[in-house]
């Protein structure tokens, strides 16, 4: 009998590319993997629209740029 292996979380970080945002979004990828190493099973970087910086986990918006009027 196989053992179940816990789902672990992906992380989905949407960037403004006419904003030039992939460096911030790179390293934000970069600190969740070193920081969550064990825990984490996915981190992917996705091109957004315009001003967008939006942090999601298994499709659940946890952080919004713009939710934050920033």
């Not at 992939?22 to 996705?46: C, D, I, M, P, S």
């Amino acid at each position: 009998m196989s053992e179940l292996i816990p789902k672990r979380p992906r992380v989905v970080i949407r960037y403004s590319v006419k904003c030039r945002w992939l460096l911030r979004a790179g390293w934000t990828a970069q600190e969740l993997l070193t920081t969550f190493a064990e825990t984490l099973g996915e981190v992917a970087l996705q091109p957004g629209d315009s001003g967008v910086f939006d942090v999601f986990v298994d499709d659940r918006l946890i952080w919004s740029r713009d939710q934050h009027g920033r």
